[in-house]
């Protein structure tokens, strides 16, 4: 009889340590999940859909080949980069003042001042680097970016979708 009581209340523990480990489990899948999100987290998220083809138009930048030189990294060697340059923004922002096509138009000469001064300071070990398109993409895309949105009241605007290169060819 002994035994038989030590065993029913050896299974009754189980069954509760069962049943606080599933409602735990639920909590930190629904509960948990949604609530520990830090601001940067949440608009990150948000930056990272994807526009439809619709709402995206392109523009060349570059018709011609384009040459920038590198930075001199310390040796005699004189390195240049070609590439060509294509910027996908938004058709329409809301809360820009103006049309967007005016805009990119409008800022054409200063945007490809600022993707020229980007490849002036930028080093030949740094271009032949594997991630140098996707920090170039990253980095353009901001800088040209608040460009564009300096003169408006909402300067959190996102004009520009991304930037990138058709042709890069570094030697």
């Known amino acids: 009889?002994?035994?038989k009581g030590s065993f029913f209340i050896l299974i009754l523990i189980v069954a509760l340590l069962t049943l606080t480990l599933a409602v735990l489990a639920g909590y930190l899948f629904f509960a948990g999940s949604s609530s520990s999100k830090t601001p940067a987290?949440?608009?990150q998220q948000a930056s990272s859909v994807v526009p439809s083809d619709s709402d995206l138009t392109k523009k060349l930048l570059f018709t011609d080949?384009?040459?920038f030189n590198l930075k001199n990294d310390g040796t005699?060697?004189?390195?240049v980069i070609e590439v060509n340059v294509e910027?996908?923004?938004?058709?329409?922002v809301k809360g820009l003042?103006?049309?967007v096509d005016d805009k990119i138009t409008a800022y054409d000469g200063q945007i490809k001042e600022l993707i020229?001064?980007?490849f002036q300071n930028m080093t030949f070990g740094q271009a032949e680097s594997p991630d140098a398109k996707i920090t170039a993409k990253k980095e353009l895309t901001k800088q040209i970016?608040?460009?564009l949105v300096e003169t408006e009241k909402d300067k959190t605007l996102k004009i520009l979708y991304s930037v990138n290169f058709p042709l890069w060819f570094y030697q």
């Open 145 to 147: 970016n608040e460009l």
């Open 76 to 79: 005699n060697k004189i390195s």
């Open 97 to 99: 003042s103006g049309k």
């Open 1 to 3: 009889m002994e035994g």
């Open 65 to 67: 080949k384009t040459y």
């Open 41 to 43: 987290q949440v608009s």
């Open 116 to 118: 020229g001064t980007y």
């Open 87 to 92: 910027l996908d923004y938004f058709k329409t």
